[in-house]
């Protein structure tokens, strides 16, 4: 049965469920809906003056700022410095000053940052907790940035025919403590592989130096005086036979490992410098080299040679040495020596010989390679409203570039080059694609050529972005061939 509401005082009864029934059926449920209604509208009114009180800090909010001005010593204006801000939470504004040396970054939250201003030929400026300004021209920064100091340029130029000769003979002369030869060290970057002459020659000069001959002489006393090997009794006669197992040992070691094995398998017996990185990767470093070797190809491969050299040599000794040992126990101390010999010898070259050793090569040169992506700003000649054929664009870079943890240029180094090409959308006349040409990015003393697009077949459009706080264009280029940079001693 449908449900109804009883009558009252001869009122004839309604069903709920009638659709021709009023739609105000009894008074008491009126009142009660219309107490409702009211109370919705005034928590709703309640919001809407909580969400318009709210509203006031966000809009103060966006109007926050931090400007200011850039100038050197005289107090001339620097133009096309670069300014980095920094909130607590990674949040990173960046901008560019202008001919007048002002910068300005609006649309901050309320709060303290890290502002850092950089420009070419001066050193960086850096400031922590610096709060924003409600209004412009409250609290400008002003700043003045010191000259450089200056670098030495270093050129560097050798043929690659004349790389490999070259290296061995700088090789040769090195030496720790001034008597201990150390030849065996590659202190470049991109070695030259040696060829199978080149190998014999560097062994054969570490066998004929008076250090190695005097080592043997020396392993051959203390075995003599702690009476090892006493089947060769004492005397000239046991002293000599000792003096020459340790000198042919090593002897017949090198030439298998570093010549025979090496020229076979194309491999390089040097181990190579590394200096860069923080000293954990430095240790994996030469720990890993203990376990690889780098083949004339120039890739890191497995250290075939070293293994065959030292089991080979493990089985020439043992034709000599007295005492019975068996194969087994023959084999695991001869590679367990050769390993743990090499790591430790890699570590000390690492970490150690370099400083102690003398008449080492000059500093490696690092490469930049081709490709690299750059973020740059652009300062004059192109905007996202104003840009055309032709025109001279000025850019700064907007981060520093660093190649295994060796910083290259400098944020706030200057690039300029030209717009080559603009398209535009035939309607309306917006800017659709950029091309820019003939860009050079001045890294210290060194020129670094930029193109559009990041491989050199595929003549891409510009990337480039407006960054809104600021009101400047950020574009991304690409290095346009490999670039050689000097080395710090």
């Known amino acids: ?175 720790t403590l001034v008597v201990i030869p150390n030849l065996y060290v590659s202190y470049e970057s991109s070695p030259a592989p040696l060829t199978p002459k080149q190998k014999f020659h560097l062994s054969a000069r570490l066998l004929l130096d008076p250090a190695t001959i005097a080592a043997a002489g020396a392993t051959a006393g203390i075995q003599q005086a702690k009476n090892s090997y006493w089947e060769w009794g004492q005397g000239a006669e046991g002293y000599a036979k000792r003096f020459a197992a340790a000198y042919g040992t090593a002897a017949h070691n090198l030439v298998i490992t570093s010549v025979l094995a090496a020229s076979v398998l194309h491999q390089d017996p040097r181990y190579f410098y590394s200096g860069r990185g923080t000293n954990a990767k430095r240790v994996w470093y030469a720990l890993e080299s203990t376990f690889r070797t780098k083949g004339d190809n120039g890739k890191w491969q497995p250290p075939y040679a070293g293994v065959i050299g030292a089991v080979a040599s493990a089985e020439i000794s043992n034709t000599y040495l007295p005492g019975a040992r068996t194969q087994y126990s023959l084999l695991g101390r001869s590679l367990m020596f050769h390993f743990v010999g090499l790591a430790a010898t890699n570590l000390a070259q690492e970490f150690l010989l370099r400083k102690v050793t003398s008449h080492k090569q000059p500093p490696a040169n690092t490469v930049l390679r081709e490709g690299t992506p750059l973020r740059l700003i652009a300062v004059h000649g192109f905007s996202a409203q104003d840009v055309e054929d032709s025109r001279t664009v000025a850019l700064i870079l907007a981060e520093e570039l660093t190649v295994g943890g060796e910083v290259l240029a400098r944020a706030g180094d200057i690039a300029s080059g030209q717009v080559g090409q603009v398209s535009r959308a035939q309607v309306s006349g917006e800017v659709t694609s950029v091309m820019l040409e003939q860009v050079m990015l001045q890294a210290g003393n060194v020129s670094v050529p930029l193109r559009s697009s990041q491989t050199r077949e595929a003549a891409g459009p510009l990337r480039y972005r407006e960054l809104p706080e600021s009101g400047k264009v950020e574009v991304t280029l690409f290095v346009a061939r490999d670039v050689q940079f000097p080395r710090d001693q």
């Open 1 to 175: 049965m449908p449900s109804s509401i009883g009558t009252k005082r001869g009122v004839p009864e309604r069903t709920l469920d009638n659709p021709r029934s009023p739609a105000i059926t009894v008074r008491g449920r009126s009142r009660r809906s219309a107490l409702l209604t009211l109370l919705i509208r005034s928590a709703l009114a309640a919001g809407l003056e909580l969400l318009w009180c709210a509203g006031f800090p966000a809009m103060a909010q966006e109007t926050a700022l931090i400007e200011g001005k850039v100038t050197d010593s005289s107090d001339a204006p620097i133009y096309g410095a670069l300014v980095i801000v920094e909130s607590a939470n990674g949040s990173r504004y960046t901008t560019v000053t202008d001919d007048l040396g002002v910068f300005r970054i609006s649309a901050l939250a309320p709060g303290d940052y890290r502002v850092k201003i950089s420009a070419s030929a001066f050193s960086d400026w850096t400031a922590s907790d610096v709060p924003v300004s409600a209004t412009a021209g409250s609290k400008p920064l002003l700043v003045v940035l010191p000259v450089a100091p200056r670098v030495t340029e270093v050129t560097v130029g050798v043929g690659p025919d004349e790389v490999a000769a070259e290296q061995l003979s700088q090789e040769l002369k090195q030496r």
